[in-house]
């Protein structure tokens, strides 16, 4: 195959991707515009019970990469009513488990604000919110189920037009309930709630139309699904735990240190969609030529996305360094937060090629349906490297410097170790299934 055919068909996978992937946080922005006019009170509910939202969400996108590599294989086999009942039981998956979520959310929405560092009458305003926002998480989860059936046969426009009609749904209900009908914080939840609902309407649809042989519950298939999205689970958790440690760690050392931090943070998420673009084109194409049982041309697909990768990070290391002292201005105008910036900013630009090839590595082996070794991979880089000096940064002083080094540290083992589980070719297993 062609290099030019591969870049091509990357790209026209990747682009519809990366518009799904920056609809979330253009929304999450209309959001947190609509609730900071409400008052510095509500703002802050919202951002404590969003961070919760936000990490049930993130860690059930299993239901999305696991749907993906299977939906994938068996379509890239020419079994398309075999992944349409792999659709139908990541809809019953979503549903149980985001119903499960609601409940537990909703009933314990007071401790985990208290968890999350909230206090007095913000907390109880957040606890609030949780509540009923949290009745929108089975439509949430539908939709991340739906996104992963359609992505695997190769449909991304569908779900941006869904995502983006969705987000646009949202933005118009807030308005209305916030401000016209004057519901305050509660019309915020109210018209999330409702514009998930819509989206997840729309995706159970598409999942149902999947032609399958059979839709009914299929305790196999079912556990399957679960099984990988264990793997995946393990895998994110352990991202989202050494974030977690690098932000206790650094509120212990000072407030600037802490807003420098969150800069950098929030501009590695942003420039992560191109990348994790680039990886959920991985996915598919990989996926769909290991079923078909085209192991040279999934290997060969597999370089050309890394090389994109690679060029990306390339680019965004090359332009985080060229504005290390103009673009944290745009963010704060506090002296200590800037200088905190410059310091960490060199480490930043260093991670980006490194981060670049390891977002590659990772779509291609999810792809191919080797989260087991992922979920390894990823609990080492977080537990056994990052976690250490996250811990010395804490007792010797190293400050936002150390902790920088630890993100670093982890990137560089996630490259090492599923770089070598890349050359290794081990993961290049073809057919309908891993």
Known sequence: ????????????????ALGALAAEPLYLLADTAIVGHLGTRQLAALALAGSVLASVVTLSNFLTYGTT??????????QDKRAGEIAAQSLYLAILIGVAATALTIALADPLMALVGGSGDTADLAARYLRLSALGLPAALIALAGQGYLRGVGDLKSPLVVVVAANAFNIVLELLFVYAFDWGLDGSAAGTVVAQAAMGVAFTIMLLKAPALSRRPHAQQLKSLAHMGGHIIVRTGSLLLAFLVAGAVLARESDAALGAHQIAFQVFIFLALVLDAIAIAGQVL???????????????????????????????????????????????????????????????ALMQPIGALVFALDGILLGAGDTRYLAYAMAFSALGVFLPIALLTLHFDWGVTGVWWGINALMLARLLTIGARYRSRRWAVTGATA
């Open 1 to 16: 195959m062609p290099s030019g055919s591969v870049d091509r068909e990357i790209f026209r996978l990747a682009v519809p």
């Open 69 to 78: 590599a299977q939906v994938a294989r068996l379509h890239g086999a020419g």
């Open 286 to 348: 990989v996926g769909r030529m290991l079923g078909a049982g085209q192991a040279d041309r999934a290997l060969h697909a597999a370089h050309r996305m890394c090389l994109w990768s690679l060029a990306g990070g390339i680019v965004m290391a090359a332009g985080l360094l060229a504005t290390t002292h103009i673009l944290p201005n745009a963010f704060t105008s506090d002296d200590q937060v800037l200088h905190q910036a410059a310091t960490l900013w060199p480490l930043f």
